[in-house]
């Protein structure tokens, strides 16, 4: 199983009761979580569940106010240099400067932090590689498009080899299939042995890129683990229902051995089920069709990330569907 893979490894960030007010408004509420070394790391959650408030305290840009917060084994209030010694950073909003070409904004970067100018030179190649930025070298950042925006802010973000990466959302606003190319950039980053630690609120990507996951609503951790554990926590298997007496299906079928949960959908059920669901299928044909219930709809299939999404924050999703469901219950 893959969340045995980073067990052993060393904690690279750890947050311990995090807090942050804005006014009297609690943005983050008392959140703990760690990231291992090496590991692909998501907090996945809606607009405003505090994600880049909980980001903005570990990169130090913004002061923390009550809990712990260490990164690199460095605390973000007592060592705030050493930290941002030890990050790369990509913010939600695009921060390149217009009129400077790609070359020219690594270039910069590397003199900020007082790199040779042969080792500078030598990053910025590897990097434009990596990023398959290098015919846009000379390109003024104005004219690329959205995604090579956000991989020359991912090559500039990698600059100095930094320990850990933090990326804001790296996808929001590009389309489907520069999304995936972006995934793939990441993965290459993180191959190099660099930690990432992202925010997103696509459910596909925080499952098909992270090593583990944390679901975060209204300033509030409400699950961890990695996508198998998370989705596992549903039941093996869902079962869409919809009857022509769904009050009096739900009550015959809750109590099956097998059903470990009932949740009611806007025209039909769910039933969260321990074992195989092609096991548990015709038994509940069979209860329904003893009752004289007639059954409308059935579907069958694995809990996904939207499922976890929806069953832990009570929200419907507001993006757009992830497209590698392959059954979609009609009545979500
Ligand atoms: N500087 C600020 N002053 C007041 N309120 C703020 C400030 N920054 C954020 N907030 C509020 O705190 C909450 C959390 O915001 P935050 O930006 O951390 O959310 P987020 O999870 O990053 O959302 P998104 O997915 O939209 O980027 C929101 O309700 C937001 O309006
Ligand atoms: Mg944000």
């Known amino acids: 199983m893959p969340e045995t893979q980073h ?14 007010s804005y006014g009297n408004f609690k943005a983050v509420d008392g959140i703990s979580f760690s990231v291992k070394k090496g590991e692909i790391f998501s907090f996945l959650g809606p607009n405003g569940a505090g994600k880049s408030t909980a980001i903005n305290i570990l990169i130090t840009l913004l002061a923390k106010q009550k809990g712990d917060a260490t990164v690199a084994g460095y605390d973000v209030t007592k060592d705030p240099q050493k930290v941002r010694e030890s ?53 003024r950042t104005k004219n690329l498009s959205g995604g090579m925006k956000r991989r020359l802010e991912i090559a500039r973000g990698l600059m100095t080899r930094p320990k850990v990466l933090f990326l804001d959302e790296p996808t929001i606003g590009l389309d489907p299939q520069t999304r995936m190319r972006m995934w793939d950039y990441i993965k290459g980053v ?44 549903l039941g093996r298997d869902l079962i869409y229902l919809e009857t022509n007496d769904n009050n009096a299906a739900i009550r015959l079928l809750q109590d099956l051995p097998s059903v470990r949960d009932v949740k009611p959908k806007r025209k039909g059920f769910v039933l969260m089920v321990n074992e195989d669901g092609t096991k548990v299928l015709p038994v509940v044909i069979d209860v329904l069709r003893n009752a004289g219930i007639e059954t409308l709809t059935i579907n069958l299939k694995k809990p996904s990330m939207d499922d976890v999404f929806v069953f832990y924050t009570g929200k419907e999703l507001r993006d757009e569907p992830s497209g590698k469901i392959p059954m979609r219950p009609g009545g979500r």
């Open 190 to 233: 993180n191959n190099e042995g660099t930690t990432i630690f992202l925010t997103t609120h696509y459910m596909d990507e925080a499952d098909q890129l992270s090593d583990r996951i944390s679901i975060i609503d209204q300033g509030k951790i409400v699950i961890s683990g990695t996508s198998w554990e998370l989705k596992n926590t």
């Open 87 to 139: 990050i790369g950073i990509v913010f939600q909003d695009i921060t390149l400067d217009r009129d400077m070409t790609v070359w020219e904004i690594l270039e910069f970067h590397g003199r900020l932090y007082n790199m040779p100018p042969e080792q500078r030179r030598k990053r910025i190649e590897e990097l434009l590689d990596l990023v398959e930025l290098g015919a846009k070298r000379n390109e």
């Open 7 to 20: 067990n052993h490894r060393e904690i690279i960030i750890n947050v311990e009761n995090l807090e942050h």
